[in-house]
């Protein structure tokens, strides 16, 4: 059974810089894509951006040009770089891992969620 850990959560100022890892319990095979989504209160949970197996990254709209998600020691830790922060983006972030086969869900875990605070 897959365990993710989130870490790097805080506080930061508008147009600061945060660097969100997630860490699973074992290293990360077939096709999958990892990504980070965020809820903040209110609101649905959304997508930020995924990266798949073979590296393939989608981002939402609202934090193109300014996220950037890696994945890296046998794709099994996902990183989340967010610079140019803005109020907005102050939620809770969740790490998620899909594990498909070859297109259809197998598996689907989340993160206990880091909480990310954007100041004016």
């Known amino acids: 059974q897959v365990q993710l850990v989130e870490s790097g959560g805080g506080l930061v100022q508008a147009g600061g810089s945060l660097r969100l890892s997630c860490a699973a319990s074992?290293?990360?095979?077939?096709?999958?894509?990892m990504g980070w989504y965020r809820q903040a209160p209110g609101k649905q949970r959304e997508l930020v951006a995924t990266?798949?197996?073979?590296?393939?990254?989608n981002y939402a709209d609202s934090v193109k040009g300014r996220f950037t998600i890696s994945r890296v020691n046998a794709n099994s830790t996902v990183y989340l770089q967010m610079n140019s922060l803005k109020p907005e983006d102050t939620a809770v972030y969740y790490c998620?891992?899909?594990?498909?086969?070859?297109?259809?869900?197998?598996?689907?875990?989340w993160g206990q969620g880091t909480q990310v605070t954007v100041s004016s």
């Open positions: 998620n891992l899909n594990q498909r086969w070859p297109t259809a869900t197998i598996a689907n875990y």
């Open positions: 074992g290293s990360i095979f077939g096709i999958n894509t």
């Open positions: 990266i798949t197996s073979l590296s393939i990254t």
